[in-house]
C-alpha cells in the first residue's frame, strides 16, 4: 500500500486538532460536533482528490504457495510462511 506523505500530514493534523479541541479547550458539544464535520468533510475532500490522482492505494495480488498452501504477495521473491522460492 503506498499513501502520499501529506496525505499522512493532513490525517495527524486533522487527529490532533479534533483531540485538542475536545480535550484541552472548554467548548460546548454543538461546537465540537460542528467542528467534527468540517474536519470529516475537509478529510473526506482530500481522499477524493488522492482517489482521483490513484495515489492511495496499490493493492497487490496473493498467490499460494505449493509447499505450504497459504496466501504470500505475489511480488514476492519467496513465501512469506515458510520461505520457499516462489
Known amino acids: ?6 496525505v499522512y500530514a493532513f ?3 486533522v487527529f490532533l486538532a479534533f483531540a485538542l ?3 484541552f479547550i472548554s467548548l460546548d ?3 465540537v460536533v460542528a467542528l467534527f ?3 470529516t468533510m475537509a478529510y473526506a475532500w482530500v481522499a477524493r482528490i488522492m ?3 490513484k495515489a492511495v492505494l496499490e493493492l497487490h495480488s496473493y ?12 511480488q ?3 513465501c512469506m510462511n515458510c520461505g520457499t522460492e516462489l
Not at 1 to 6: A, D, G, Q, T
Open 76 to 78: 514476492g521473491k519467496h
Open 63 to 74: 498467490i499460494i504457495c505449493k509447499a505450504c498452501d497459504e496466501l504470500t504477495p505475489s
Open 1 to 6: 500500500m503506498r499513501l502520499e506523505w501529506p
Open 29 to 31: 458539544t454543538s461546537v
Open 21 to 23: 479541541s475536545v480535550q
Open 51 to 53: 482517489v482521483k490522482q
Open 11 to 13: 490525517s495527524a493534523s
Open 37 to 39: 464535520v468540517l474536519l
